[in-house]
């Protein structure tokens, strides 16, 4: 601990600095309010000290442990320390004449003839002098104050000020002294100044602020009307006869399917054919002179037309099994060795055919921000390869019913076509950001949240 020290010999210079040296050891706002009502003996002899706050009333007084608030001596203090913090905001000494005359009644009951008041002031940026006065050091004594010690006092308030509202901010963790505190500089302060309030009005501003309702869904760039190429017939894919991405032109051959089995069937419909058309023959040459012969005539002629249909079937069969393209385009499918050998049932997609320049945007979105989409709502797409550029779009469609995409999860297909067409690539992948409705700021921040409380409470 530190040596005691007397202020008989020591300058004021030194026990200012001794004064401060244990302000700034204080650990503790009780530690620190102790200090000031017992060691400013050192600057100033003086027979009692009350210490005040316009929060907490009197909160230590010289020489007692524990003060009583509900004490009359306690509330009499209390109002003559709330009297010279709104009529005396500097520091300055006074007597029972220059307080209210109930006050005054009571002085020579509790205090001696002279007074001093010391105000700690709240370190506001901006703020005069003593302007927010909201603590003091009341002091009394039996003589008149040292004139002389009166600015050593001043700067030691100062100093043990700077370290008591040090401590007082550390305090604020606790909710309920940072709004005590908050509506003590509120009463403080004119209403124009209070920025509690002009924090409100922004708030209730900002809360009624139109925004666009947005949401975010996975977007790519897809060919706008591309022509499908399916199976026509249920197979074996034998050759893939173009490359990804290649221009084809009208009646070019794309692809083909396995014809060892139709051509099979073909010949064997071609021999049976012959072989009617031959019975036929027979038949007829027996007919001009045998009656029954003749009858047979019509069954023969019928099974001869079967056999050519048949014919003409496979035929058209085979010729099916070549695909060609339907019109000039860029051709779209994947890798040709993942087709070659592959079975394909009929009406199975194999590839598409679409025009460069027809690109539009696909977007899928999720069923959990379905928000509303009029038809030419603005998208915005940030492709993976470019995220600084937005390839911008309006809505063309939005599906009806949610479908389930590769990745098992169920969304909304989303069509945009573009409004500046350029030079870009069917399946670039990225974000696309979909703008619905205008909408409050408030209800923008809190309909996802309160969405997911929906799913769980039932109000």
């Avoid at 009644?105 to 006065?133: F, K, M, N, R, Y």
């Avoid at 209730?204 to 925004?211: R, T």
């Avoid at 070019?252 to 014809?259: A, K, S």
Wanted: charged share 20%; glycine share 6%; proline share 7%.
């Amino acid at each position: 601990m530190d040596a005691p020290m007397t202020s008989g010999s020591v300058h004021p210079a030194v026990l200012l600095l001794e004064l401060g040296h244990r302000a700034r050891q204080a650990q503790t706002v009780q530690e620190l309010e102790f200090l000031l009502v017992n060691d400013t003996r050192l600057l100033l002899p003086y027979r009692q000290a009350v210490w005040w706050t316009q929060e907490g009333g009197v909160q230590t007084l010289s020489g007692v442990v524990q003060p009583d608030s509900n004490a009359p001596y306690a509330q009499w203090a209390v109002q003559v320390c709330r009297h010279m913090a709104q009529h005396q905001p500097r520091l300055g000494v006074f007597t029972a004449a220059d307080v209210p005359l109930d006050l005054a009644a009571q002085w020579s009951q509790w205090w001696s003839a002279h007074a001093l008041w010391l105000p700690v002031s709240q370190p506001t940026p901006g703020a005069t002098p003593g302007e927010t006065v909201s603590a003091g050091l009341l002091v009394v004594g039996a003589e008149p104050f040292p004139a002389d010690r009166l600015p050593v006092l001043g700067e030691w308030c100062s100093i043990w000020g700077h370290a008591w509202w040090a401590l007082q901010r550390r305090r604020m963790a606790s909710p309920r002294q940072w709004w005590t505190h908050l509506r003590q500089q509120q009463a403080q302060a004119a209403w124009w100044r209070r920025p509690v309030l002009w924090a409100v009005a922004a708030a209730a501003v900002l809360a009624v602020w139109p925004v666009h309702l947005t949401v975010l869904a996975p977007g790519e760039l897809v060919a706008a009307q591309p022509a499908v190429l399916r199976a026509p017939m249920d197979g074996v894919v034998e050759q893939i006869h173009v490359q990804p991405s290649e221009m084809v032109k009208q009646g070019q051959l794309l692809f083909n399917l396995d014809e060892a089995q139709l051509a099979s069937r073909l010949e064997v419909s071609e021999q049976a054919l012959q072989t009617a058309e031959a019975e036929y023959r027979q038949f007829a040459q027996l007919a001009l002179g045998d009656a029954r012969s003749k009858s047979q005539l019509a069954a023969l002629a019928g099974k001869i037309g079967e056999r050519r249909a048949e014919q003409a079937f496979l035929a058209e069969q085979r010729q099916r099994a070549q695909v060609l393209a339907p019109h000039d385009g860029m051709v779209l499918f994947d890798a040709p060795s993942e087709w070659m050998g592959k079975p394909v049932q009929t009406g199975e997609r194999v590839m598409r055919i679409a025009q460069p320049d027809a690109v539009e945007v696909e977007a899928w979105l999720p069923i959990g921000d379905a928000i509303p989409l009029q038809m030419g709502a603005r998208v915005q797409l940030y492709l993976a390869a470019d995220p600084l550029a937005a390839v911008q779009a309006q809505v063309r469609y939005v599906a009806y019913d949610a479908v389930a995409r590769p990745d098992g999860q169920y969304a909304y297909r989303v069509r945009a076509e573009l409004l500046q067409p350029g030079k870009l690539r069917i399946g670039l992948k990225g974000t696309a950001k979909l703008q619905g409705e205008k909408v409050s700021l408030a209800y923008w921040m809190v309909r996802k949240p309160w969405a997911s409380i929906r799913q769980w409470v039932a109000l």
